[in-house]
């Protein structure tokens, strides 16, 4: 399993045009064959940093992934809502591995 942090620049004053972004890929991602552990958008500090943040089995279902996601409806209108209103300043992406498991179980108090 692989993870993909997308890391986002946003416009400070298109926050509410970047979640409602991240509420469509809510909907399209798993949809398309990702696990998606969640979009995350300023809160406190910076007003222009913002997350993407899911899982694919491996690069070649990445690919998979990504071809079914340009095809999705909600995917080509986000991508589309994106580009019109230019909230997203630059984004990056990476592919990270967990090497922390396994995890022990959480204590509740």
């Known amino acids: 399993m692989i993870t993909c942090f997308i890391r986002y620049e946003i416009d400070p004053f298109g926050r509410e045009a970047f979640a409602e972004y991240a509420r469509n890929w809510g909907q399209a991602i798993p949809r398309c064959g990702a696990d998606l552990i969640g979009y995350f958008g300023p809160h406190e500090g910076s007003a222009t940093t913002a997350y993407g943040v899911y899982s694919v089995e491996n690069l070649a279902a990445y690919e998979?992934?990504?071809?079914?996601?340009?095809?999705?409806?909600i995917g080509r209108e986000n991508y589309a809502f994106a580009k019109r209103e230019r909230f997203i300043l630059k984004e990056d992406r990476i592919f990270l591995k967990n090497v922390s498991l396994p995890h022990a179980g959480k204590v509740q108090p």
């Open 64 to 73: 998979a992934y990504r071809a079914r996601l340009a095809e999705d409806p």
